[in-house]
């Protein structure tokens, strides 16, 4: 199985790990200030789930990036090549307190974010639902809460719509970075926010 890493251990962070530890799927969760500080963070999460650095975090085949707008240049400096392995996108670019949108020129979010990543395969999700719906149950109403994702590579998208399902989403393919990404941009895409359920 692929090994996981998570950069950036706040709300998203740790509901992304939450969701994992409860479906017994390990990961490394790391933050600016070191393993040290997120000691009760992972012992809280459960079995599992090890705090690590940063670097620990981002070598691992899949790797998720949680971290506010502002910073992910530098959470994302220094980092040897992805050299093809997953980066997970789950960010959206406006930030507390201020909520002003950031100038992306006109490009999907995620298309600013692939340029700080250069060569991995990046794949959008987990960045639409609030972090208690991602750290949730995902069954919901008779059926199961949507988790959208999208990307370039067929190959990344169907390992993370894989981890979707096993986590108990229901996942829908929102096809490229360029189309889908942008749906579920927050703000601007149509699609944040909505909590869905699938059924069947
Ligand atoms: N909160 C939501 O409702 C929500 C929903 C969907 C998507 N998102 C998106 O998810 C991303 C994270 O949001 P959040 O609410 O989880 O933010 P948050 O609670 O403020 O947490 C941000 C995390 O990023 C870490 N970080 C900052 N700079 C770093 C660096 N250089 N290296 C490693 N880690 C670093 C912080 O670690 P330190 O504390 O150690 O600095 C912290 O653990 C944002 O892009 C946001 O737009 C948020």
Redesign the pocket.
Known sequence: MSSIGI???????RAIATALAKNGIPATL????GPD?LADIVAAIGPGITAGS?KEAAAKDIVFV????S?LP??LADLPDFGSRIVVD???P?EAPLFKPFDLGGRASSEVFADMAPSARVVKAF?????HLVAGDPASEGGKRVLFYSGDDAGAKAEIGALIDRLGFAGIDLGSLAVGARLVQFPGGPLPALNLVRFG
């Open positions: 950069i950036g251990a706040g709300n998203i962070g790391s933050n600016s200030r500080s940063r949680a971290v506010n707008w910073k530098a959470a789950t960010n959206n406006i960045n639409h639902l609030q972090p």
